[in-house]
């Protein structure tokens, strides 16, 4: 209760700023297209811009109404279904995502235990992210497209390169976490490099595998809406984002931007859902 | 090692004389700093019999732990002669031929206190089922044998400890060293773990090296005392002690025991400089 309170009472205050904002951008226009025989008062105003088919600002009331309509009024395989088209989002997200985690995880492994990856890669690394992923992925989906490597491919590698960034970071820093006197007792044992890895680097290192997951996991879906537009928005969210923009369609830019936002949360669940897991298996603590 | 050797006990008893666990020649330790090197030690000359309990004992900075390290391997020898069981103390490492109790537990929180004590023989590839025999055993011995399922943080500073000590009897190791174990815990649990550790002594026959800052510590648990000196680390004094066995914590009103105690203050104080 003492956690729902505080947001309960933020959203509602968004949900009323909301509508009020809703009501200022959509006035004018509703005003024009409003039934030049019928009454003007404020309440009349209000609800013309509040049920606008086209709106500059929809209300969350209309943005539920679409969604609901489009998920439940379409077949499930059919095109104008959302539901179908986070599908083919959460697809590209989540094969991206596992791409990314195990390169970066093996990235992380290798700048670990080599001076030279960890001077050469390194830099890398870093600057990989410096490059806007707008400017790149135009770019990674023509290259893969010229051998031949067309659809998901190009996309996950998107989400690959957005999301084994904070993994490699996260997983280098916990690789190297364990301490002089940890080390020295493996060393005590006549601990082989293989051994020590598993016995105390890879264990020690979950304290921040799972804060990069959470990280990884929303850049995933980001990921994945970007990569979806160069690829001529044929299908996704990203795809409903692009169209929507095309056409003036608020309601559709509205719509998958909410199942954008529950499909990351649903993927940060997940992630949690694995912490707490492995938070059971050591006794309650990670 | 293969498994054969691990579950073979090392010889343990104090039968043979002159059985040199430890022999240190004209050691020295130098460790290089930014400005100049420092001598850790020099010319340590020390030999530990099999069935001694060595303490080292002196202020900070006169090479106790430095010294433990060096038998240990964990700190490498600048010029000297270090033999620990007639090997090279790298040797005597890759054989496991030592247990190696830390200032702190070191204690992996992730693990029970039961796998924190297999631990090393996970590492040296002993078979599970018998790895859990030996675990147990060692808990024992230590007395938590009802705490193998909990985790480390469940249980107190001592226990902690005795968790490492259990550990550090994994390979059943001829050599136990131990750097200032119980420095960090509080006078009566501090008492009770030099009881514990005595009896343990007793009953196995381990050589022991005992870094410790505290006299009364030092004059319990040993049969001789390393007094040492700072800047630059070396040893001042050797003092026996023929303190009755077994010793129980009462031995401590005894006037023999402060009389050792007396002379034991008198040597730290000889080596002691307030620069």
């Known amino acids: ?286 | 090692m293969n498994e054969q050797t691990l579950r073979e006990p090392a010889p343990r008893n104090a039968s043979i004389p002159n059985d040199n666990v430890i022999v240190a020649e004209n050691l020295n330790i130098m460790f290089d700093t930014n400005d100049h090197p420092i001598s850790a030690l020099q010319d340590v000359n020390l030999n530990v019999q099999r069935g001694d309990f060595i303490s080292l004992i002196g202020p900070s900075g006169c090479g106790k732990t430095t010294l433990l390290r060096a038998i240990a391997d964990l700190t490498p020898v600048t010029s000297g002669h270090l033999r620990v069981n007639g090997m090279s103390p790298h040797t005597a490492r890759e054989a496991r031929a030592y247990g190696y109790v830390f200032q702190a537990p070191v204690l992996l929180p992730w693990r029970t206190v039961l796998r924190n004590v297999t631990l090393p023989l996970e590492i040296a590839g002993m078979a599970k089922s018998d790895r859990i025999a030996c675990a147990r055993e060692n808990l024992a011995l230590v007395g938590l044998k009802d705490f193998s399922m909990k985790f480390p943080w469940q249980l107190s500073g001592g226990m902690q400890q005795r968790v490492s000590i259990a550990r550090a009897l994994s390979f059943k190791p001829s050599l136990l060293l131990m750097d200032e174990p119980f420095g960090a815990l509080d006078e009566i649990t501090r008492d009770s773990l030099n009881v514990h550790l005595h009896d343990l002594w007793r009953r196995t026959g381990m050589t022991t090296i005992f870094v410790t800052h505290s006299i009364p510590e030092a004059v319990f648990l040993s049969t001789r005392i390393v007094v040492m000196s700072a800047r630059p680390g070396r040893i001042l004094r050797v003092i026996e002690s023929d303190l009755p066995m077994p010793r129980s914590l009462g031995i401590r009103d005894t006037a023999a025991f402060t009389a050792l105690a007396h002379d034991l203050r008198e040597a730290l104080r000889d080596g002691h400089s307030y620069d």
């Not at chain 1, 309509?69 to 995502?97: D, H, K, M, W």
């Not at chain 1, 492994?109 to 410096?130: A, E, F, K, N, Y």
């Not at chain 1, 916990?174 to 002089?180: I, Q």
């Not at chain 1, 692009?242 to 056409?247: I, M, N, P, T, V």
């Open chain 1, 1 to 286: 209760m003492t956690r729902i309170f505080p947001l309960a009472t933020v959203m509602l205050a968004l949900i009323i700023v909301w509508y009020a904002g809703a009501y200022v951008l959509n006035a004018p226009q509703a005003i024009n297209l409003m039934d030049p025989d019928g009454p003007h008062n404020f309440w009349a105003v209000v609800q013309a811009a509040w049920n606008m088919d086209r709106p500059v600002l929809p209300t969350p009331g209309q943005i539920a109404t679409n969604l609901a309509a489009s998920i439940f009024g379409n077949p499930l395989f059919s095109p104008r279904n959302f539901l179908l088209q986070t599908a083919y989002t959460a697809e590209t997200a989540v094969t991206g995502l596992a791409g990314g985690v195990v390169l970066g995880i093996f990235l992380a492994i290798g700048i670990v235990h080599s001076r030279v990856l960890d001077r050469s890669l390194m830099p890398w690394v870093i600057t990989s992210q410096t490059i806007p992923i707008l400017a790149i992925a135009p770019m990674v989906v023509v290259a893969l497209g010229n051998i031949g490597l067309t659809g998901l491919v190009p996309k996950a590698a998107i989400v690959g390169y957005l999301s084994f960034f904070p993994v490699t970071v996260g997983m280098v820093k916990g690789l190297r976490s364990p301490d002089a006197m940890q080390m020295d007792l493996m060393r005590t044992y006549n601990t082989k490099k293989m051994s020590l890895f598993v016995k105390l680097r890879w264990p020690v290192a979950m304290a921040f595998l799972f804060p990069s997951l959470r990280v990884a996991a929303s850049l995933s879906v980001t990921g994945a809406i970007v990569a979806e537009l160069p690829t001529g928005a044929q299908v996704g969210l990203g795809a409903r984002l692009l169209a929507g923009s095309y056409y003036g369609q608020t309601m559709m830019m509205w719509g998958a931007l909410v199942l954008a936002s529950l499909l990351a949360l649903a993927l940060i669940g997940m992630v949690r859902l694995g912490e707490f897991w492995l938070c059971q298996q050591r006794g309650g603590r990670l």
